[in-house]
């Protein structure tokens, strides 16, 4: 008498999990692809890294590899170029901020007080060294900086050699690389403006509150997050944004003074031949950074304000 109970029921109960399998595949299936691509060109690629770090291998496809275990790391924690390295990427970062902080959120601030068309046109030309190529900018900073006959020194009196002196050709890659960036920091802290309700600074008015006090207690504050995601971009993306400059004007010199993490890692993986130790580099500044990230997500969680 149960037999007949038991086929009767498990046919009823395999349409019904089929349609709660069906309801819930649609948000799966939309991160599908995203989630294949960052498998295929992020996380594959970064497995494929750690592998190659315990490895000697001079990407010579009929030279095998040859296992090495740690010791490209312990030849990179013991060559000096790591800590310069680090040093002048630490430079670089410095640099950048007045680029991609202060100088964004003061023009952000004054492009706000114009209207219409010509604020349109305005934040146009603003953002527009961020639509040139970085090695087309490059080869046009390469003659403005000429020594002899450059706009630069022409405008300025001097006749410094500024690609192929090491002062001058780190503060020529943090000025080039600013103006190159300038233009996306100024579209996001305009942004970050615009999402801040007028009503709190309209309250304000009535009030009494300056305009400086309206800046300084509500608009500052309420533009923390976004600052905090610009510094967040400068110190993770600072390597990666000069990369193109250093390799088009100073190949990492004049005596290495240019050579940031990552055209150091670069520099050991396809000029010296060496991909294991680049890989070990690679690696060892991918931990590097996630940890100043995760300290630097930390701090905006606690800094920040927000009207929610």
Known sequence: MARPRTAAAVP???P?????????APPYLYLAPALTMLVVW?????????????????????SPMREVGTANYERLLTTPDMGASVWRTVLVILGLLPFTVVVPVVVALLSRRVKGRAGAAYRAMVFAPMLVAPVAGAAVWQW????????????LGTRINWLHESGPAQLAIIVI????????AVLVVSAGLTGINPE?????????ASRWQILRWITLPMLSPTVMFLVLMTVLLSAQWTFPLIDTLTQGGPAES??????????YGFHSYDAGLGAAAGVLFFLGFVLVAAVLVWLSDRLSHSDD
């Open 12 to 14: 009823a109960a395999r």
């Open 16 to 24: 019904a999990r089929w349609r709660r399998v069906c309801r819930a």
């Open 42 to 62: 992020t996380y594959q690629p970064l497995a494929q890294t750690v592998e190659l770090s315990f490895h000697s291998w001079n990407l010579l496809p009929t």
């Open 144 to 155: 403005l900086l000429d020594p002899g006959s450059g706009a630069v020194n022409s405008v």
């Open 177 to 184: 690389t600013g103006w190159h960036i300038v233009g996306f």
């Open 200 to 208: 709190y600074a309209a309250a304000a008015q009535v009030d009494g």
């Open 258 to 267: 240019t050579t940031t993490v990552y055209y150091l890692l670069w520099d």
